[in-house]
């Protein structure tokens, strides 16, 4: 089993969504206001100077199931470079 950490621009849920549904992931946690700073974008502080916000999935999957979602999450950020997408996929060692 592996976890998912989604980070993305709200202006990408759409795709976000979209993509774990195709590639069969049917459980998720979203938190749905986060800000931060990043190097490949604006801030995104949901602030009149850096306006915008980030959500957040996680998810554990099984371990086969990552490459195909890794994939799919790639083209959305090549097709959106400047909408700030980030994909952490760590170990789970154990799940209650």
Known sequence: MKQVTIIYNVALEPRVLGCLSHCGVDAYTKIPVAHGVGHASEPHMGTHIWPGENRIIFSVVDE???PHIMESLRKIKQRFPE???????SPVEELL
């Open 64 to 66: 086969e199931k990552i």
């Open 83 to 89: 909408e700030g997408l980030k994909v952490i996929v």
